[in-house]
């Protein structure tokens, strides 16, 4: 008996378990992937067929298209300020949480709340209320003598708007946070105590080191996440707002593909933010060796 065939009956019946994720996968991943890659090479616009250009969609989103690199700053600024942000919220949440506080489960469950709710399009479009001309926010903000104004259309806070959104939805990472924050022993804290440790040293002594790990995932999760957010720069900023100050890396993809039916276009700025996406992946997994502490 060959070695494939032994291979093959010590394997069949798993195989024949996996075999709907293996299908999924090839037809619905693998395969789609795998012509969108060709088609980013291609100059397609859905009715003819694709015609092969070479790296000419590449070249021309680096050296021609001005709105390409306006997209990328865009969702750069969006992703370097949000994601921080939401995880220094989430991770102060999840602190006090943790204290021992009375009705944990209804004070957690209502911080995951815009979790769950976001990102939608509802969600979307409340935000665009809230902060219109004539939004709550504005009337939060008369009393401070602060003159109203649209917050959503103005291109110099319009983004801010959408990355106190994602900020806002800071409920997964947070219930993480809390996850991690249970399992560090507190005799770790009675000893730093004892040591004269205050609550900023235990914090960055004993907390933080221990959080390195749930840390890592979090922020390769949000991280992965930021890049690929289209729902709310789409229903609030509409077509890349005013000055294209909305314009995300995902809703110009959208556009070129869906708006002006430059799939091949589309296809080559996909795959540049698969790059983008796994370039910082890698080098947070390369830099973890050296902050992420694993308790052995």
């Given at each position: 008996m060959?070695?494939?065939?032994?291979?093959?009956r010590?394997?069949r019946?798993a195989l024949?378990?996996?075999?709907?994720?293996?299908l999924?996968?090839?037809?619905?991943?693998l395969?789609?992937?795998?012509?969108?890659?060709?088609?980013?090479?291609?100059?397609?616009?859905?009715f003819?067929?694709?015609?092969?250009v070479?790296?000419?969609?590449?070249?021309?989103?680096?050296?021609?298209?001005t709105?390409?690199i306006?997209?990328?700053?865009?969702?750069?600024?969006?992703v370097?300020?949000?994601?921080?942000?939401?995880?220094i919220?989430?991770?102060?949440?999840?602190?006090?949480?943790?204290?021992?506080?009375?009705?944990?489960?209804?004070?957690?469950g209502?911080?995951?709340?815009?979790?769950?709710?976001?990102?939608?399009v509802?969600?979307?479009?409340?935000w665009?209320?809230?902060?219109?001309?004539?939004?709550?926010?504005?009337?939060?903000?008369?009393?401070?003598?602060?003159?109203p104004?649209?917050?959503?259309?103005?291109?110099?806070?319009?983004?801010?708007?959408?990355?106190?959104?994602?900020?806002?939805?800071?409920?997964?990472?947070?219930?993480?946070?809390?996850?991690?924050?249970?399992?560090?022993?507190?005799?770790?804290?009675?000893?730093?105590?004892?040591?004269?440790?205050?609550?900023?040293g235990?914090?960055?002594?004993?907390?933080?080191?221990?959080?390195?790990?749930i840390?890592?995932?979090?922020?390769?999760?949000?991280?992965?996440?930021?890049f690929q957010?289209?729902?709310?720069?789409?229903?609030?900023?509409?077509?890349?707002?005013?000055?294209?100050?909305?314009?995300?890396?995902t809703?110009?993809l959208?556009?070129?593909?869906?708006n002006?039916?430059?799939?091949?276009?589309?296809?080559?700025?996909?795959?540049?933010?698969?790059?983008?996406?796994?370039?910082?992946?890698?080098?947070?997994?390369?830099s973890?060796?050296?902050?992420?502490?694993?308790?052995?």
């Open positions: 060959s070695m494939i065939s032994r291979w093959w010590r394997n019946v024949l378990f996996l075999s709907p994720w293996l999924g996968l090839l037809t619905l991943s395969i789609p992937m795998m012509a969108s890659l060709f088609l980013s090479f291609t100059n397609y616009d859905l003819q067929s694709p015609d092969w070479g790296l000419k969609n590449y070249i021309n989103l680096f050296t021609h298209d709105r390409y306006k997209a990328l700053q865009v969702t750069f600024f969006y370097l300020l949000g994601v921080p942000l939401q995880l919220l989430a991770l102060a949440l999840a602190m006090f949480l943790n204290r021992g506080l009375a009705g944990l489960e209804f004070f957690r209502i911080f995951y709340i815009p979790s769950l709710l976001g990102p939608s509802a969600i979307a479009l409340l665009r209320k809230v902060f219109g001309s004539d939004g709550l926010f504005n009337q939060l903000v008369s009393n401070f003598g602060i003159e104004r649209s917050w959503i259309g103005d291109p110099d806070t319009a983004l801010l708007t959408l990355i106190l959104l994602h900020v806002w939805q800071f409920g997964s990472p947070m219930v993480i946070f809390l996850a991690g924050l249970k399992q560090i022993p507190k005799d770790y804290y009675e000893a730093a105590s004892i040591d004269g440790a205050g609550r900023i235990s914090f960055f002594r004993i907390t933080l080191p221990l959080l390195t790990p840390l890592f995932f979090n922020l390769v999760m949000q991280m992965i996440n930021a957010a289209f729902t709310s720069a789409f229903i609030v900023g509409g077509n890349g707002g005013v000055l294209d100050s909305t314009l995300f890396y809703l110009y959208f556009i070129s593909g869906f002006n039916f430059q799939m091949g276009y589309a296809s080559a700025m996909a795959w540049i933010l698969f790059v983008i996406i796994g370039t910082f992946t890698a080098l947070f997994f390369l973890s060796k050296k902050w992420v502490h694993y308790e052995t």
